[in-house]
């Protein structure tokens, strides 16, 4: 047997189509997990917005020109720094594109993985 009879065996048993084992399928289970979720996401946002205030107190006991903040619809904080003389915007961190782009790109995770569709 020549060494091209013997690779193209080779080759065929090894581009061969093997049987298909199916993977076990699991049912997705619909339970209190997502209400739970719901619920712990709601403390945190509460504990944020409790903890925004009170470094708000204690910045204006400072006497500094930084503020902070919560964005509930993306569910993070931010923080702003003004002149405090004229009240004008310094710097917002992040900045509020920033948020915009966060907040629509919720939206799209939303649509995209929507229960619905």
Request: proline share 3%; hydrophobic share 35%; aromatic share 4%.
């Amino acid at each position: 047997m020549d060494i091209f009879s013997a690779t193209s065996k080779q080759v065929e048993t090894a581009t061969a189509p093997r049987a298909q084992t199916q993977a076990p399928v699991r049912q997705v289970e619909q339970s209190s997990d997502a209400t739970k979720s719901s619920q712990d996401s709601k403390v945190v946002t509460d504990q944020l917005s409790d903890t925004v205030k009170e470094l708000n107190k204690q910045m204006e006991t400072l006497d500094t020109n930084v503020t902070f903040g919560f964005n509930d619809k993306i569910d993070a904080m931010f923080v702003s720094v003004m002149e405090r003389s004229t009240g004008r915007m310094i710097r917002k961190i992040p900045t509020e594109e920033a948020m915009t782009l966060a907040e629509r790109m919720k939206e799209i995770v939303g649509m995209i993985f929507d229960k619905k569709g």
